[in-house]
């Protein structure tokens, strides 16, 4: 069973930085893209940050400038690091990613559980 485990989401004041990780686990071939959605209350999912199964990235144009987004590909991992962090980055960040199991090199799309980001004014 491959999983998304999210952490280091919280709260912070407006300025403030925080830097997300999300670990990917289970029968794992290969990873072909991973990133980092969020949602607001009321607002649909957007994108906020991921790598494509090219290599390169993209940015929502809201974060770009601000927050990077990193990888360790060793330990299925990718990060998301969020400097001067608005208020309106406020959300549910989710991790997904697009997985080539190891089983019969099928693929699917997982997404993590979330992890609230606060930012207060």
């Known amino acids: 069973q491959v999983q998304l485990v999210e952490s280091g989401g919280g709260l912070v004041q407006a300025g403030g930085s925080l830097r997300l990780s999300c670990a990917a686990s289970g029968p794992i071939f290969s990873i072909n893209a991973m990133g980092w959605f969020r949602q607001a209350p009321g607002k649909q999912r957007e994108l906020v940050a991921a790598?494509?199964?090219?290599?390169?990235?993209n940015y929502a144009e809201a974060v770009k400038g601000r927050f990077t987004i990193s990888r360790d590909n060793a330990k299925n991992t990718v990060y998301l690091q969020m400097n001067t962090l608005k208020p309106e980055d406020t959300s549910v960040y989710y991790c997904n990613a697009d997985i080539r199991l190891l089983v019969a090199g099928l693929k699917y799309n997982y997404w993590g559980q979330g992890t609230q980001v606060t930012v207060s004014s």
């Open positions: 790598f494509t199964s090219g290599g390169s990235t």
